[in-house]
């Protein structure tokens, strides 16, 4: 199936097929503009020529903050209701109806 229009969208080549189906492949590393071939490993390449600091991460076996929470915490829910006391949780043993 060929491909109605191929565009560039900076290191994305984008196929648009019938139905509006869109495929999109990295044709050119974000970080150094090395053009990868039609079936070049992209993997190959990050894994070798990069490191996580060319993303913006921390460095390899730095944890960063990992000892700090995700979140701050919540004294309150927005939008909660309190939970409804129903004294009706009796085992299905025990029930008599
Ligand atoms: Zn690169």
């Known amino acids: ?3 109605e229009t191929v565009r560039r969208q900076g290191t994305l080549e984008i196929k648009t097929f019938s139905k509006g189906r869109e495929v999109k492949r ?3 590393c974000p ?3 090395h053009t990868f071939d039609d079936h070049d490993p992209q993997w190959k390449h990050f894994l ?3 490191d996580p600091e060319n993303a ?3 460095p390899l076996g730095d944890g960063g903050k990992s000892q700090s929470p995700l979140f701050e915490p ?3 829910i927005p939008g909660e209701f309190p939970i409804q006391s129903n004294n009706d949780y ?3 043993a025990a029930r008599s109806d």
Do not use: K, Q, S, Y
């Open 74 to 76: 919540m004294d309150e």
């Open 1 to 3: 199936m060929n491909a």
């Open 90 to 92: 009796r085992p299905v």
């Open 26 to 28: 990295l044709v050119e």
């Open 31 to 33: 970080f150094c503009c």
């Open 48 to 50: 070798e020529e990069h």
């Open 56 to 58: 913006g991460l921390t």
